[in-house]
């Protein structure tokens, strides 16, 4: 049960970090408006409004990859041989994503992606599991 626990935790924080890993390069190319102030919501939303398909889809390339990796790295620290802790994991994330998709100007095509991407957790799983 604990290294399901430890699983789930390593799992959410390497799957964050590559989230913002892509998210950062993603803002080195398509960088903040200069006078965007950092707690303004409004101009934030804006410039997600405003952010071309390449900038969007980046955002679904982190989560794809955090997915992929949370997945595994759960899977791998739980080393039970079930899939609950990359589930767990997707989970999470999931609701966070649809949060931030409530809150943002998101279009459609984000949302299917936003939600389905969280799935490759059980692709992480299997890979986790494959024996050599």
């Known amino acids: 049960m ?23 390069v993603n803002h080195l190319l398509h960088p903040y408006p200069a006078d965007m102030k950092a ?4 101009a934030f939303k804006s410039y997600i409004e405003n952010l071309p398909f390449l900038g969007k889809f980046m955002v679904i390339v982190g989560y ?11 899977t791998k620290i739980a080393r039970n041989g079930k899939p609950t802790a990359a589930i767990i994991c997707g989970l999470i994330f999931l609701s966070f994503t649809i949060y931030n998709m409530m809150v943002l100007p998101t279009p459609i095509w984000f949302w299917v992606l936003g939600i389905l991407v969280w799935g490759l957790v059980l692709a992480g799983y299997k890979l986790a599991s494959t024996k050599k």
Do not use: H, M
């Open 39 to 42: 707690n303004d919501i409004e």
């Open 64 to 74: 794809a990859l955090g997915a992929l990796v949370s997945g595994f790295i759960s």
């Open 2 to 24: 604990l290294r399901a626990i430890l699983g789930v935790v390593a799992g959410i924080i390497t799957g964050s970090f590559c989230i913002w890993g892509v998210e950062t």
